[in-house]
């Protein structure tokens, strides 16, 4: 598996601490040049400084993936660097608790705005290129959620940006396949990272913020090294989903029955 991907180019945003950070660590251990970009430039060179001492090669872009001219600078630094990108990882993103009906508009740019904007500007800046490589390895990997795959009370704002993404990404792999390039969406389920760390909250009186979270209980933790080891075999795979979590699978069922049901009661 390494040997297949040896010297080839990784570019991961978020990629400076979390599921995005073990993603960059696991695409070195295989052998690939990282780019890390991380909206915390700090972030993203100690990333980069560790998989340099461990023996890899790595670049650090402080990147507001928000931003199209970021993004923009982000792929000419990537190509400047090695030459080609083998692998994009559209990771970074933010959360928001409480109920869908009382978030404030705030709330929802801030949130879409590396959410979703985030996603949409990276697919648009490296798709091109992508295509322009022509041959070889070139695969995207765009990080939704299991929030992406069936809805969660007092995750509303977050649930509705990784619908879009998972929308984004069935679309652009059917878009792609002619070119030969690879589209994964990424749904993992609960993972101990440091999006909570910014992590915005609307409370109703009276209530906490996210009262409903044991609807996740079912579901045991793993850790951002699993889910980036998912990640690397899903890339290899081509898969287009890929999951972290297999009981997941209870309540995805629970919710397309529902659509299936719902389906059969039309005239």
Same mark, same amino acid.
């Given at each position: =598996?390494?040997?297949? /991907?040896?010297?080839?180019?990784?570019?991961?945003?978020? &990629?400076?601490? &979390?599921?995005?950070?073990? =993603?960059?660590?696991?695409?070195?251990?295989?052998? =690939?040049? %990282?780019?890390?970009?991380?909206?915390?430039?700090?972030?993203?060179?100690?990333? @980069?400084?560790?998989?340099?001492?461990?023996?890899?090669?790595?670049?650090?872009?402080?990147?507001?993936?928000?931003?199209?001219? !970021?993004?923009?600078?982000? @792929?000419?630094?990537?190509?400047?660097?090695?030459?080609?990108?083998? %692998? %994009?990882?559209?990771?970074?993103?933010?959360?928001?608790?409480?109920?869908? !009906? *009382? !978030?404030?508009?705030?709330?929802?740019?801030? /949130?879409?705005?590396?959410?979703?904007?985030?996603? $949409?500007?990276?697919?648009?800046?490296?798709?091109?290129?992508?295509?322009?490589?022509?041959?070889?390895?070139?695969? =995207?990997?765009?990080?939704?959620?299991?929030?992406?795959?069936?809805? $969660?009370?007092?995750?509303? $704002?977050?649930?509705?940006?990784?619908?879009?993404?998972?929308? *984004?990404?069935?679309?652009?792999?059917?878009?792609?396949?002619?070119?030969?390039? &690879?589209?994964?969406? /990424?749904?993992?389920?609960?993972?101990?990272?440091? *999006?909570?760390?910014?992590?915005?909250?609307?409370?109703?009186?009276?209530?906490?913020?996210?009262?409903?979270?044991?609807?996740?209980?079912?579901?045991?933790?793993?850790? %951002?090294?699993?889910?980036?080891?998912?990640?690397?075999?899903?890339?290899?795979?081509?898969?287009?989903?890929?999951?972290?979590?297999?009981?997941?699978?209870?309540?995805?069922?629970?919710?397309?029955?529902?659509?299936?049901?719902?389906?059969?009661?039309?005239?």
């Amino acid at each position: =598996m390494a040997t297949e /991907l040896k010297g080839l180019t990784a570019v991961v945003t978020g &990629g400076g601490a &979390g599921i995005g950070q073990a =993603m960059c660590r696991n695409w070195a251990d295989a052998g =690939m040049n %990282v780019v890390v970009a991380d909206l915390e430039g700090t972030r993203a060179e100690e990333t @980069a400084k560790a998989i340099e001492a461990a023996g890899g090669r790595a670049v650090a872009v402080a990147c507001d993936v928000g931003d199209a001219k !970021a993004v923009e600078a982000l @792929a000419d630094r990537a190509y400047e660097a090695f030459g080609a990108v083998n %692998v %994009v990882c559209n990771n970074a993103g933010v959360v928001q608790f409480g109920p869908v !009906a *009382i !978030a404030p508009q705030d709330d929802w740019e801030w /949130l879409f705005k590396p959410n979703l904007w985030g996603v $949409v500007n990276v697919i648009r800046t490296f798709t091109p290129r992508l295509k322009a490589q022509g041959s070889g390895l070139r695969h =995207m990997v765009n990080t939704a959620s299991l929030s992406g795959i069936f809805a $969660v009370p007092g995750l509303g $704002v977050y649930t509705a940006s990784k619908y879009a993404v998972v929308g *984004i990404s069935e679309t652009l792999r059917d878009e792609l396949k002619k070119d030969g390039i &690879g589209v994964s969406v /990424l749904c993992p389920g609960p993972t101990p990272s440091r *999006i909570g760390e910014n992590a915005r909250t609307t409370t109703e009186p009276g209530k906490g913020a996210f009262e409903d979270a044991g609807q996740f209980n079912f579901l045991e933790s793993r850790t %951002v090294e699993q889910v980036a080891a998912c990640v690397r075999a899903g890339v290899l795979a081509n898969r287009l989903y890929i999951f972290s979590h297999k009981p997941g699978r209870i309540a995805a069922e629970r919710r397309f029955n529902e659509i299936l049901a719902d389906f059969d009661a039309a005239p």
